[in-house]
Nanobody
C-alpha cells in the first residue's frame, strides 16, 4: 500500500555530515507526521527527530543543534540533515510516516533502514 525508500546513509568521519532522504509512494491520500528513528541491535528504537505536516519539529536532546529534519510535501519526502556527526550517532536509521491512504485508513509505515557509521 505504501513504500518508504531511504537513501543517504554511509560511512563518515567524526565531524562530518550526511543527509538522509526518505521518499514515500503508493496509495497515499495525505501524509501526517514523519520522523526518523535509530536502533542499535539489541536496543529499543529511539525517536531522533519528527516533523508534523505543518512543519513543527522536535528532536531528541542528543542531536539538537546538529540535526535538522525537513520535508517536501509535494514530493512526499522527508530529510534528515546530520552535521557534526559523532561516533555515538552510529546506528541504523529508519524513516517512519503516518499515512492516510486513499481508502481513508491511516497506517504507520516504516522504511527498510539505512546504516550510518561515524568513525573516530
Amino acid at each position: 500500500q505504501v513504500q518508504l525508500v531511504e537513501s543517504g546513509g554511509g560511512l563518515v568521519q567524526a565531524g562530518g555530515s550526511l543527509r538522509l532522504s526518505c521518499a514515500a509512494s503508493g496509495s497515499i491520500f495525505t501524509i501526517n507526521d514523519m520522523g526518523w528513528y535509530r536502533q542499535v541491535p539489541g536496543k529499543q528504537r529511539e525517536l531522533v527527530a519528527a516533523i508534523t505536516s505543518f512543519g513543527s519539529t522536535n528532536y531528541v536532546d542528543s542531536v539538537k543543534g546538529r540535526f535538522t529534519i525537513s520535508r517536501d510535501n509535494a514530493k512526499n519526502t522527508v530529510y534528515l540533515q546530520m552535521n557534526s556527526l559523532k561516533p555515538e550517532d552510529t546506528d541504523v536509521y529508519y524513516c517512519n510516516a503516518y499515512v492516510t491512504l486513499t481508502s481513508r485508513t491511516t497506517i504507520s509505515a516504516w522504511g527498510q533502514g539505512t546504516q550510518v557509521t561515524v568513525s573516530s
